[in-house]
């Protein structure tokens, strides 16, 4: 038989979550925290940290490939500034989340929401909007603004007293940090929880994998995030693409570029010299040329700067080795970047990503005009 929980609380590593947790907790009630996993936020790997350190009850709940599917077939509400779909993120995650309230029996759910604080997700109509759609209805509380929304079925049964709930609101966090100061915690975690898909950086890398991954799955959105992400294009045009290769830029991005690396995946090690690790993903049916693995393993050893002075010094090609289907082969290349024949390696550019993402919503919403 699971265990059961009188509260199911989403707890995304920031501190408003946090602290709705800790004022439900007060009231006596039992508590299970859902950490979401995904390749753009979650922190699986500190939810035993967490549970010591908040004394909290809390598991971690992978969610990515429902996650990448929404990003697919593009959030119902849009994007937000960057490619974050925050109004359908929370939908998603909250119908997960009502999914474990019945499993554990517990009687509602809770968010560190706050009126007001963020543009997109914590207006009065989309948090609204939220609560109707993701079906979790009035069992959904938001202890930290519960006083400036209308009373929920737990408070109206007496399940939850609304008189020790809060009526915080806007973007000033002051009444956070004096709750935090209250229930002492003292190592304070950062608000949102760090969710990659707000960061221009990464969300060019993962509209790019949107545009020209043939069927993107959770593990490329994971090796573009993991060192610098670059697509062979057919043209200076960039608008249309290829292979995808990500460079690690530092020791741990190589060591994990290794780990995300798929049987006909190609791997590119230097071979003796320092220089970073690459990652070609091969998508299906999509075979690489020799030709192109050739430039994309001179594009790598591009990127290893004493190396490729030496190159320039003495004229000897560096030797890349090149890991697929268990076998390994030795190239020897010239550290260089052009891809020749017309062909150009480049990062995605954020100002094309964005006016792509705004002709797709502008699209969107003529359409649902007719
Ligand atoms: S910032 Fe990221 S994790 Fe937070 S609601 Fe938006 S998409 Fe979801």
Redesign the pocket.
Known sequence: MPRQYDVIALL?GGLDSLLAAHLIRRQGKKILGLNFVTP??GKAHLVEKWKNLYGLELMAVDVSREFVDMLVERPGHGF?KML???VD??ILLLRKAVELMREYGARAVITGEVLGQRPM?QRLDALNIIKRESGVGDLLLRPLCAKLLPETEPEQSGFIDRSALLALSGRNRKGQLALAGEFGITDIPTP?GG?L??EQEKSRAYWAVLRFAPNPAPTDFAVVKNGRPYWLFDSPTLDRASCMLSIGRNREDNERLEQLAQKDDLLFLPAGFTGPTALGRVFADAPWTNAEVFSAASLTASFAPKAARSFELDGKPLKMLVRTGGEEQVLEVKPERAAGNGRVWSAYPWEKAREEIRAEAAAKARARAF
């Open positions: 995304s753009f936020f937000g974050n779909p925050c993120c929370k997700s949102a969710c898909l707000t």
